[in-house]
């Protein structure tokens, strides 16, 4: 069973960086089917996708957030990370990977992690 | 970027009952829509996908339908375990995913 956890600090400052990582077990992140996404939530609101990437190198941002986001694949970790800079109070949330499968033209978010809140806080 | 939009924000319903849940897309989409469900603290779960395709272990009493830019979920007898938000997404722009803004199904 394929399964994602989220790591990373709880607590980051007002104009820092926000890095997490993505562990990924019972499967390999190297397979030409998956994308590797993050998705966030802040407290009590919705979900905002932040972007997805391949372990070709391609990948894809929001681009309200393009500017400031970094992802990337560890291959030999079996881990995707997400990088963050200057980040504000808006940036509080739940932060979320997930899996994004493809059946046939289709795509879907089909594992998720359990998520990890990160909390801006000077 | 593709706008979704769902109704209604909230609603409240009976066991037993038969609910709907709209979302609609700001532009064409063909079928590339999916639905989750997310129970408070807990990740989303995928329920359907390219717009009325059970995913595997689902329960049948969950459906959805519509092509272009109205879709629907429709849950056929409400359970008391069917609480919870429940989001739509397009997955029709590989390089812009968005979600609805959710709908909350709370049992009477």
């Known amino acids: 069973q394929l399964q994602l956890q989220e790591s990373g600090p709880g607590l980051v400052k007002p104009s820092e960086t926000l890095s997490l990582t993505c562990a990924v077990s019972g499967g390999t992140i190297d397979s030409t089917t998956y994308y590797w996404d993050w998705i966030r939530q802040p407290p009590g609101k919705g979900l905002e996708w932040i972007g997805g990437?391949?372990?070709?190198?391609?990948?894809y941002y929001n681009p309200s957030l393009k500017s400031r986001v970094t992802m990337s694949v560890d291959t030999a970790n079996n881990q995707i990370s997400l990088k963050l800079s200057s980040v504000t109070a808006a940036d509080t949330a739940v932060y979320y990977c997930?899996?994004?499968?493809?059946?046939?033209?289709?795509?879907?978010?089909?594992?998720w992690g359990q998520g990890t809140l990160v909390t801006v806080f000077s | 970027d593709i706008q979704m939009t769902q109704s209604p924000s909230s609603l409240s319903a009976s066991v037993g009952d038969r609910v709907t849940i709209t979302c609609r897309a700001s532009q064409m989409i063909s079928d590339s829509l999916n639905w989750y469900q997310q129970k408070p603290g807990k990740a989303p779960e995928v329920l359907i996908y390219a717009a009325s395709s059970l995913q595997s272990g689902v329960p049948s009493r969950f459906s959805g339908s519509g092509s272009g830019t109205d879709f629907t979920l429709t849950i056929s007898s409400l359970q008391p375990e069917d609480f919870g938000t429940y989001y739509c997404q397009q997955s029709f722009s590989i390089s812009y995913v968005t979600f609805g803004q959710g709908t909350k199904v709370e049992i009477k």
């Open positions: 990437t391949y372990y070709g190198g391609t990948t």
């Open positions: 997930a899996r994004k499968s493809y059946i046939d033209s289709w795509s879907l978010f089909d594992y």
